[in-house]
């Protein structure tokens, strides 16, 4: 089975959108995938998601229940074959993080939607409603990648 966790910084904003989109197409496309999200940092450990997420998540059709933030741990890299930042910054953290020899994909996740010309989720935290609309959209986009690719490994 295919296991995917989505980082960010806070996970509050965009990786729990991730985890919440990328969990009902999976289920919709019939995939058994073991989905997850974590921050980089650690200054929300234990919070809901940004309610301003939720709302944009949620007037989408996806939901975001049950889901608490966790700070990514070393651990993951033998927990997850896809490991996916929303941007650069939290790539190149992820990528000190990672034990040598890592064989699974650690990227970006915009880059499984290789005809959008954003290439990083951009943080929704300190803007308006649009943003947090922005980053359900480009979720979107590059969700139907990842299903294609993880339905031809699985
Ligand atoms: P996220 O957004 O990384 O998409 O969850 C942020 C959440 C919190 C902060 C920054 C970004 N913060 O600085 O507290």
């Avoid at 996970?11 to 974590?38: H, M, Q, W, Y």
């Avoid at 709302?55 to 997850?80: C, H, I, L, P």
Wanted: charged share 20%.
């Amino acid at each position: 089975m295919s296991s995917v966790l989505f980082v960010c910084l806070g996970n509050i904003c965009r990786s729990p959108t991730a985890e919440a989109i990328f969990r009902k197409r999976a289920s919709e496309a019939g995939l058994d995938v073991v989905i997850d999200s974590a921050g980089t940092g650690g200054w929300h450990v234990g919070a809901t998601p940004d309610s301003r997420s939720v709302a944009a998540g949620e007037a989408a059709g996806y939901s975001f229940a049950g889901q608490a933030a966790r700070k990514v741990e070393r651990t993951d890299f033998a927990k997850f074959d896809y490991i996916l930042a929303m941007d650069r910054e939290n790539l190149r953290n992820l990528q000190t993080l990672a034990p040598e020899g890592y064989s699974g994909h650690l990227g970006l996740f915009l880059d499984f939607a290789p005809n959008q010309s954003i290439r990083e989720v951009p943080d929704p935290y300190y803007g308006g409603q649009d943003g947090f609309k922005q980053v359900v959209y480009l979720i979107e986009q590059a969700s139907e990648g990842l299903i294609n690719r993880v339905s031809e490994h699985s």
